[in-house]
């Protein structure tokens, strides 16, 4: 199988070009290559397909096999390696994804794409659409600063005092499922222990990615990320999306922020006049090679 590794500040996947290669089981490839010890070494599997509905489509699949809907960082990648290999030299480039059908501006130099722009749509806040599903008695249509210890027990390690935790959490899907959680340390939150609890917790159906934010300024904010499948993660750009959103409706942040993940930066815009989020950031092609299968 012939493949691209990329990445988009720091969230690496595999890319295989659907025009050429076929994969029966993707979701099987995409644990074997997603291995960093006996693999390629990537937060997942990513195919670029023919689509009847825009210039590609984009399929993702997490390291564990499961298929998202989304990926932010992701589909920037995938409009690059669409045009730099010319598959389409359309600019916007339109692309299929889980959540439908979304318009990316290139930024182009010396024939090679350099930053993108992604419309990614109007956030989702319905809580039957994320999907949360919360006990009757403390039910809502929308998640929006309600306190965690309403359906589970927080941890009393001491690294929750150090972080300055907020025990309230916000849902936000941007095509696919995001809680986030605010506090004063970012550093100090043990990602490890309190991520997979919060993804796989028995109200959220589809499990759930989790983030941690940090507000520096109200147009700057830091993030980390446990992403649903993949673990901890460099970058989510559908999460860092949602994180702006969460902090415009809990009142933290403007609604055009520069959010900073441990692989760089993102620029988010939550616009008012179309109610959709805007997301701008760079694609990195790193090599391509061929995988044996084995």
């Known amino acids: 199988m012939k493949f691209t590794k990329m990445h988009g500040i720091g969230n690496d996947y595999v890319y295989v070009n659907g025009f050429a290669e076929k994969l029966e089981n993707p979701g099987e490839v995409a644990k074997k290559v997603s291995d960093r010890h006996f693999g390629i070494g990537s937060d997942g599997l990513i195919m670029i397909l023919p689509s009847d509905k825009a210039d590609v489509r984009m399929r993702m699949f997490n390291a564990d096999g499961s298929e998202g ?29 889980g959540r439908g059908v979304l318009t990316l501006d290139l930024k182009v130099d010396h024939d090679k794409v350099q930053q993108v722009t992604v419309n990614m749509g109007e956030p989702i806040l319905e809580t039957k659409n994320i999907p949360a599903e919360l006990p009757r008695t403390f039910g809502a249509e929308k998640v929006i600063n309600v306190p965690m210890t309403r359906y589970m027990e927080l941890p009393t390690d001491s690294w929750v005092e150090r972080a300055g935790l907020d025990p309230r959490m916000t849902c936000v899907s941007t095509g696919n499922p995001h809680v986030i959680v605010f506090c004063k340390d970012v550093d100090a939150v043990k990602l490890e222990k309190i991520g997979p609890m919060l993804e796989t917790h028995s109200i959220f159906p589809k ?10 300024k109200k147009n700057d904010v830091k993030m980390r990320t446990w992403e649903r499948g993949s673990g901890i993660t460099w970058a989510c750009g559908t999460g860092a999306c949602s994180v702006v959103v969460a902090g415009v409706l809990t009142g ?3 609604r055009k922020a520069k959010v900073h993940l441990p692989g760089g930066d993102l620029n988010i815009e939550w616009r008012e006049s179309d109610n959709n989020i805007y997301m701008t950031g760079p694609a990195t092609e790193v090599y391509s090679g061929e995988w044996s299968g084995e």
């Open 69 to 97: 809907e989304m990926c932010g960082n992701g589909i920037r990648c995938v409009a690059k390696y669409t045009f730099d290999h010319g598959l389409s030299k359309n600019n916007p480039l339109k692309v299929e994804t």
């Open 207 to 216: 499990r759930i990615n989790v983030h941690f934010a940090q507000v520096n």
């Open 252 to 254: 933290r942040l403007d």
